[in-house]
């Protein structure tokens, strides 16, 4: 059963390294976030954002303090609980991290490959209205060398989005796009993540798509600096 809170941190904080090179890399992160809210985590490179959405994202280990993620400790978590989480999560990454030998169609159905319950029919429908959604109806047999930066990302967006996670971690998904197919991208996320009702999470050097946030963090250093709703007309 999940909490009202889709992520629940209570301080947070992490290393790299052992010894005399052990470097702290978060320090004393608190940070709630409701479902169904949609927020930017803003800063330079090397502030600790990406670690902190790894470790949300249960793909890193929690190593000190409290990352509670759809109700489930990560903290102490074991390989299997950290799998079951990750069945509940949609990631979107910089790289679309695609597979070159497998279709549109086929690289969104490796997503409802993790879920038992789903049978093959199933599977293919779902990925077919996904890309359909993501305006790709007519991509979904091309190949990724085939598509464009722009097409190549609403695969991703259909990939992470086809099994209705909880929540969404996106890591600078325009970075690689034009203004325009970087907006149409995020505006995009931002429409088919609310009607399923997920939380999605993203990290951005990105000015241009603030405005589709609730909130807006912000991390310096390793440390959470500010939070706040956002104000956008």
Known sequence: MFQ?????IKNLNHYFGQGQLRKQALFDIN???SYGEIVIMTGPSGSGKTTLLTLIGG?????????KVLGQELCGASKNQLVQIRRHIGYIFQAQNLLGFLTAKLNVQMSLDLHENITAKETE???VAMLEAV???DRINYYPKDLSGGQKQRVAIARAL???PKLVLADEPTAALDSK???DVVYLMHQLAKKQGCTILIV????RILDVADRIIHMEDGHLTSDTTATFV
């Open 181 to 183: 197919s970087g907006r």
């Open 204 to 207: 951005t050097h990105d000015n």
């Open 4 to 8: 009202e809170r889709a992520i629940v």
């Open 162 to 164: 086809v099994s209705r």
């Open 135 to 137: 305006g790709l109806a």
């Open 31 to 33: 940070l709630e976030i």
């Open 125 to 127: 429908v779902k990925s």
């Open 59 to 67: 793909l890193r280990g929690v190593q000190q303090g409290s990352l």
